[in-house]
């Protein structure tokens, strides 16, 4: 069986590596400050007649709509800061959205926008590597600093059927899909990605098998996951403490079970995790190379000196 999900790299946002001048701070060069050596009157004219209009905030408002729709963020502004330019003479907004997490938006053509969750787990990934680091312009409207959140209704869209716990950015799938894990309480998790506007939705039993980790689930959550699954199959009584997938064809998937104080079983479940048909590790040997979770019976012991064969 090939499995499908991408190798996950850490997301790399180019905004981040931005340095900006503050609004506030901006200055031309023959503003006052620059030159010490003119006179107080010089230097009022100069204030008056150097520095550049002051935008509103309905004017920053607009501007900083109209930047997200060229970025097609989909988002309804309902607060816009100009928080100043780069070396390249673009301009950086940030913006809070009506529904969903807000942006970091650079006025280039077209304009990059950067949502405020993959800034945030930006930041804290490479202050986790270095107190030190510098990390760029970060989200500061007030509406825009709860960021788990936003992550929580990710979850929620996904259909992610459990009770969320912890939810964070793993990173950027090589078809470019921000990826997301959830972490769940009692039961195993999910990474989940939106391609297209579309949520899909991996269990982390399928991203073990994959090679990928998942932080926030356990081998007992795991265990538990499977052992809902077999309820009411002929293998419902296995107390389940570990569990694996082995793969998929054209019959079903299938999954070991590693039963406490009995032999394993194999079982062969549908896309809708009903069991098939459930084939005990004893003579499933033949089935995906076997069980590996449950030990192998033991030889049988050589027949005695003259014994028959």
Same mark, same amino acid.
């Given at each position: 069986?090939?499995?499908?999900?991408?190798?996950?790299?850490?997301?790399?946002?180019?905004?981040?590596?931005?340095?900006?001048?503050?609004?506030?701070?901006?200055?031309?060069?023959?503003?006052? %400050? &620059?030159?010490?050596?003119?006179?107080?009157?010089?230097? %009022?004219?100069?204030?008056?007649?150097?520095?550049?209009?002051?935008?509103?905030? &309905?004017?920053?408002?607009?501007? !900083?709509?109209?930047?997200?729709?060229? !970025?097609?963020?989909?988002?309804?502004?309902?607060?816009?800061?100009?928080?100043?330019? #780069?070396?390249?003479?673009?301009?950086?907004?940030?913006?809070?959205?009506?529904?969903?997490?807000?942006?970091?938006?650079?006025?280039?053509?077209?304009?990059?926008?950067?949502?405020?969750?993959?800034?945030?787990?930006?930041? =804290?990934?490479?202050?986790?590597? *270095?107190?030190?680091?510098?990390?760029?312009?970060?989200?500061?409207?007030?509406?825009?600093?709860?960021?788990?959140?936003? +992550?929580?209704?990710?979850?929620?869209?996904?259909?992610?059927?459990?009770?969320?716990?912890?939810?964070?950015?793993?990173?950027?799938?090589?078809?470019?899909?921000?990826?997301?894990?959830?972490?769940?309480?009692?039961?195993?998790?999910?990474?989940?990605?939106?391609?297209?506007?579309?949520?899909?939705?991996?269990?982390?039993?399928?991203?073990?098998?994959?090679?990928? =980790?998942?932080?926030?689930?356990? #081998?007992?959550?795991?265990?538990?996951?499977?052992?809902?699954?077999?309820?009411?199959? /002929?293998?419902?009584?296995?107390?389940?403490? &570990?569990?694996?997938?082995?793969? %998929? *064809?054209? *019959?079903?998937?299938?999954?070991?079970?590693?039963?406490?104080?009995?032999?394993?079983?194999?079982?062969? +479940? *549908?896309?809708?995790?009903?069991?098939?048909?459930?084939?005990?590790?004893? #003579?499933?040997?033949?089935?995906?190379?076997?069980?590996?979770?449950?030990?192998? /019976?033991?030889?049988?012991?050589?027949?005695?000196?003259?014994?028959?064969?």
């Amino acid at each position: 069986m090939k499995l499908s999900i991408a190798a996950v790299t850490l997301a790399v946002l180019a905004i981040g590596a931005a340095t900006v001048v503050p609004a506030a701070a901006q200055t031309r060069p023959d503003d006052p %400050r &620059e030159n010490a050596t003119r006179g107080s009157g010089n230097a %009022r004219m100069g204030r008056s007649r150097d520095r550049a209009p002051q935008m509103t905030p &309905e004017q920053i408002t607009a501007a !900083a709509q109209e930047q997200a729709t060229l !970025a097609q963020t989909g988002c309804q502004v309902s607060e816009a800061k100009l928080l100043g330019t #780069t070396a390249e003479k673009t301009s950086i907004y940030e913006v809070a959205c009506a529904a969903g997490p807000g942006y970091l938006i650079e006025t280039k053509t077209p304009p990059l926008a950067t949502d405020c969750v993959l800034l945030a787990h930006t930041a =804290t990934t490479a202050r986790a590597a *270095n107190p030190e680091a510098a990390v760029g312009p970060q989200c500061t409207i007030p509406a825009n600093q709860d960021t788990q959140k936003f +992550l929580r209704e990710y979850a929620q869209q996904a259909g992610v059927p459990c009770t969320v716990d912890q939810v964070a950015v793993v990173g950027k799938s090589n078809d470019d899909a921000v990826v997301y894990e959830v972490g769940c309480s009692g039961d195993q998790g999910y990474w989940i990605k939106k391609i297209n506007n579309a949520w899909t939705k991996t269990a982390c039993i399928q991203v073990l098998a994959e090679s990928g =980790t998942c932080r926030f689930t356990t #081998t007992g959550e795991i265990a538990a996951s499977v052992k809902t699954w077999l309820a009411g199959s /002929p293998a419902a009584s296995c107390n389940v403490t &570990e569990a694996r997938l082995m793969g %998929r *064809n054209a *019959n079903g998937v299938f999954y070991e079970a590693k039963c406490d104080g009995a032999d394993g079983v194999i079982a062969r +479940l *549908n896309d809708q995790n009903a069991v098939q048909q459930i084939y005990p590790c004893a #003579t499933a040997q033949q089935i995906g190379g076997g069980c590996k979770l449950t030990p192998a /019976p033991a030889a049988a012991p050589a027949p005695a000196s003259g014994g028959r064969l």
